[in-house]
């Protein structure tokens, strides 16, 4: 069935939304230097006249750290007190007193590379979100980079400034680095949430002949193709902020800043620059599917929560894969648990939306399910749709089964392992400092943490299926190119 663009009907979410969210931008914790500090070592694409490769991007990144300790360590203290505050020296939620500091770009080499792959995390957050699948690739023989993009593993104040086309330019730039490392060899591309937009808009203009390779294959995790939140009018907040006495909505939500790889801040400028992104590569889309060329994009794995609170499932099928040729492309829908106990507890079911999905014999892409055996069963098949069907073609026991205490994934969950010893199930052995999955109970009001954040899953407790297919799409991808 064919319904219009989301983008469309989002206008009016995105209104709404963002109304609520400048209000609530006024309050929060007190503008710390983390918030405020400008770091003008950070790439900016007007450089690229002076950076013109990656090796010197990562020379301009080792000048950025510098500068973020000269200027903003160096003006917060140490202690007790401090013990869970990222920018003091040596505290518990300190990056840089780790090795590696996963903030940073990494490169994992290979010898005779089968093919290179560029890995790109989203927005407010880190390359250590890649950590993981990085390193599987690298392990069957990728040349592997797990790229920062601008505004990003230093301080919050680098969404203050940072563009999308400042990104695009970083991405441009490690892609042409990972495509002579590894010669002839098919080029990937694998972007987390905000990285799905980059890595398309960066595979757009390949297919436009602006820039080269192309890539041989687009892994979206999460991907921001459509926003479930109010960022669309972001801009408008940021021009307000101009305003004597509105200063502070530059600023969506300020919190505590205690995770070591993403801002817990987040800018309205950053809101504005993937609604702004997001816009451009569904129109580029739309555009080129219009005018009939043989390919509108290489083969693209989607993997989705049904339930996401950042992103619009419904937006990946109309402004993404519904416009692609058939028979080359697959969306993989992670379904809330549906053991029946549970779901007599939930506020929505996104079943409806699934079950159209796995109904629609329109669709040109394949549609895989991971869901419940049966409502009586925490066992996980993954069911499978081909394109232009409406009936399954095959149901796998994935040899898994939802964790009993666990109702949906979440936006943030789909790269992280369930041992991810940051955020996964189980606090590390060696006691260091963890955020997965845990309760913290008292009483209301005592921490100045969002009860939400302890409540959002931060692990995949079907990453082990999730990554054999990554694995599995991009081997049969380079053995096509």
Same mark, same amino acid.
């Given at each position: 069935?064919?319904?219009?663009?989301?983008?469309?009907?989002?206008?009016?979410?995105?209104?709404?939304?963002?109304?609520?969210?400048?209000?609530?931008?006024?309050?929060?914790?007190?503008?710390?230097?983390?918030?405020?500090?400008?770091?003008?070592?950070?790439?900016?694409?007007?450089?690229?006249?002076?950076?013109?490769?990656?090796?010197?991007?990562?020379?301009?990144?080792?000048?950025?750290?510098?500068?973020?300790?000269?200027?903003?360590?160096?003006?917060?203290?140490?202690?007790?007190?401090?013990?869970?505050?990222?920018?003091?020296?040596?505290?518990?939620?300190?990056?840089?007193?780790?090795?590696?500091?996963?903030?940073?770009?990494?490169?994992?080499?290979?010898?005779?590379?089968?093919?290179?792959?560029?890995?790109?995390?989203?927005?407010?957050?880190?390359?250590?979100?890649?950590?993981?699948?990085?390193?599987?690739?690298?392990?069957?023989?990728?040349?592997?980079?797990?790229?920062?993009?601008?505004?990003?593993?230093?301080?919050?104040?680098?969404?203050?400034?940072?563009?999308?086309?400042?990104?695009?330019? @970083?991405?441009?730039? *490690?892609? #042409?680095?990972? /495509?002579?490392?590894?010669?002839?060899? !098919?080029?990937?591309? &694998?972007?987390? $949430?905000?990285?799905?937009?980059?890595?398309?808009?960066?595979?757009?203009?390949?297919?436009?002949?602006?820039?080269?390779?192309?890539?041989?294959?687009?892994?979206?995790?999460?991907?921001?193709?459509?926003?479930?939140?109010?960022?669309?009018?972001?801009?408008?907040?940021?021009?307000?902020?101009?305003?004597?006495?509105?200063?502070?909505?530059?600023?969506?939500?300020?919190?505590?800043?205690?995770?070591?790889?993403?801002?817990?801040?987040?800018?309205?400028?950053?809101?504005?620059?993937?609604?702004?992104?997001?816009?451009?590569? @569904?129109?580029?889309? *739309?555009? #080129?599917?219009? /005018?009939?060329?043989?390919?509108?994009? !290489?083969?693209?794995? &989607?993997?989705? $929560?049904?339930?996401?609170?950042?992103?619009?499932?419904?937006?990946?099928?109309?402004?993404?894969?519904?416009?692609?040729?058939?028979?080359?492309?697959?969306?993989?829908?992670?379904?809330?648990?549906?053991?029946?106990?549970?779901?007599?507890?939930?506020?929505?079911?996104?079943?409806?939306?699934?079950?159209?999905?796995?109904?629609?014999?329109?669709?040109?892409?394949?549609?895989?399910?991971?869901?419940?055996?049966?409502?009586?069963?925490?066992?996980?098949?993954?069911?499978?749709?081909?394109?232009?069907?409406?009936?399954?073609? @095959?149901?796998?026991?994935?040899?898994?089964?939802?964790?009993?205490?666990?109702?949906?994934?979440?936006?943030?969950?789909?790269?992280?392992?369930?041992?991810?010893?940051?955020?996964?199930?189980?606090?590390?052995?060696?006691?260091?400092?963890?955020?997965?999955?845990?309760?913290?109970?008292?009483?209301?009001?005592?921490?100045?943490?969002?009860?939400?954040?302890?409540?959002?899953?931060?692990?995949?407790?079907?990453?082990?299926?999730?990554?054999?297919?990554?694995?599995?799409?991009?081997?049969?991808?380079?053995?096509?190119?």
């Amino acid at each position: 069935m064919m319904r219009p663009r989301p983008r469309i009907r989002l206008a009016a979410i995105v209104q709404l939304s963002l109304a609520a969210a400048m209000l609530a931008g006024c309050g929060g914790d007190p503008l710390e230097p983390w918030h405020e500090e400008y770091l003008d070592e950070e790439f900016r694409v007007g450089m690229m006249n002076d950076v013109k490769s990656f090796t010197d991007y990562l020379a301009l990144e080792d000048r950025l750290f510098r500068q973020l300790d000269l200027e903003v360590y160096s003006q917060v203290a140490t202690g007790p007190r401090f013990g869970l505050v990222r920018f003091s020296k040596g505290s518990a939620s300190d990056p840089q007193s780790r090795n590696p500091n996963w903030n940073r770009s990494f490169e994992l080499t290979a010898d005779n590379p089968k093919g290179g792959v560029l890995l790109l995390h989203g927005m407010s957050d880190a390359p250590y979100s890649m950590r993981t699948l990085g390193e599987s690739l690298n392990a069957r023989g990728y040349w592997v980079i797990g790229l920062r993009l601008p505004g990003h593993g230093t301080a919050p104040s680098g969404l203050l400034r940072v563009r999308w086309q400042d990104m695009a330019g @970083a991405v441009e730039l *490690a892609a #042409r680095h990972l /495509s002579e490392r590894v010669g002839a060899a !098919p080029l990937h591309m &694998v972007g987390y $949430s905000n990285g799905a937009p980059l890595a398309l808009n960066y595979t757009l203009d390949a297919l436009d002949g602006e820039i080269a390779p192309v890539p041989a294959s687009l892994v979206l995790i999460s991907p921001a193709i459509g926003l479930a939140t109010g960022a669309g009018l972001a801009s408008l907040k940021r021009a307000m902020a101009n305003i004597p006495g509105l200063g502070r909505w530059i600023w969506i939500d300020v919190q505590p800043e205690f995770d070591p790889y993403k801002y817990n801040s987040f800018a309205t400028n950053a809101g504005a620059q993937v609604f702004a992104l997001t816009q451009r590569v @569904a129109e580029r889309i *739309a555009s #080129r599917a219009d /005018s009939g060329v043989a390919q509108v994009l !290489p083969p693209v794995l &989607v993997f989705k $929560s049904t339930v996401d609170a950042t992103t619009s499932t419904l937006a990946v099928v109309d402004n993404l894969l519904r416009h692609l040729r058939p028979n080359r492309h697959e969306l993989v829908l992670y379904d809330i648990n549906r053991f029946s106990r549970i779901v007599s507890v939930l506020t929505d079911d996104p079943g409806p939306l699934t079950s159209e999905f796995m109904n629609d014999a329109t669709l040109p892409f394949a549609v895989t399910l991971v869901t419940n055996h049966s409502p009586q069963s925490l066992a996980v098949v993954a069911q499978r749709k081909p394109p232009f069907s409406n009936g399954l073609a @095959a149901i796998v026991d994935l040899g898994l089964d939802w964790p009993r205490d666990i109702l949906s994934l979440s936006h943030v969950a789909l790269p992280f392992p369930p041992d991810d010893p940051l955020y996964g199930r189980e606090p590390p052995p060696d006691g260091s400092l963890f955020l997965g999955q845990q309760a913290i109970q008292g009483e209301r009001g005592l921490i100045r943490i969002p009860a939400s954040y302890f409540i959002r899953l931060r692990h995949n407790p079907f990453y082990e299926y999730q990554n054999a297919r990554t694995l599995a799409w991009l081997e049969a991808a380079g053995i096509a190119n």
